[in-house]
């Protein structure tokens, strides 16, 4: 399995930037998927995930009301709507694959890993 993330970038404090990760399986709408982040000295961070079906998310306190995660099962692809951005919103986004099919925020949950995308938010 690869995934590729992509839509990373440099935005202004109140903005918006859509994360795309793409998953070279053929069996992608058995997956679950998670986003998580990282920035440099400290553990990787749970952000959001989507069950198999994407009728099923779970997101971490602190982009709840702010970011969307959505599956395109048609297009082996995840989504990562991000609005309102703040600065502490800047990491290495990184998606994830769980073959349970369900939306964990354990990072230990997942199999693979995309190569992460950087987005910075300046105030």
């Known amino acids: 399995v690869q995934l590729q993330a992509s839509g990373g970038g440099l935005v202004q404090a109140g903005g918006s930037l859509k994360l795309s990760c793409a998953a070279s399986v053929r069996t992608f709408r058995e997956y679950g998927m998670g986003w998580f982040r990282q920035t440099p000295g400290k553990e990787r961070e749970f952000v959001a995930a989507?069950?198999?079906?994407?009728?099923?998310?779970n997101y971490a306190d602190s982009v709840k009301e702010r970011f969307t995660i959505s599956k395109g099962n048609a297009k082996n692809t995840v989504y990562l709507q991000m609005n309102s951005l703040k600065p502490e919103d800047t990491a290495v986004y990184y998606c994830?694959?769980?073959?349970?099919?369900?939306?964990?925020?354990?990072?230990?949950?997942?199999?693979?890993w995309g190569q992460g995308t950087l987005v910075t938010v300046s105030s």
């Open positions: 994830a694959t769980d073959r349970s099919g369900f939306h964990s925020d354990a990072p230990g949950q997942y199999e693979y």
């Open positions: 989507i069950n198999w079906s994407g009728g099923s998310t």
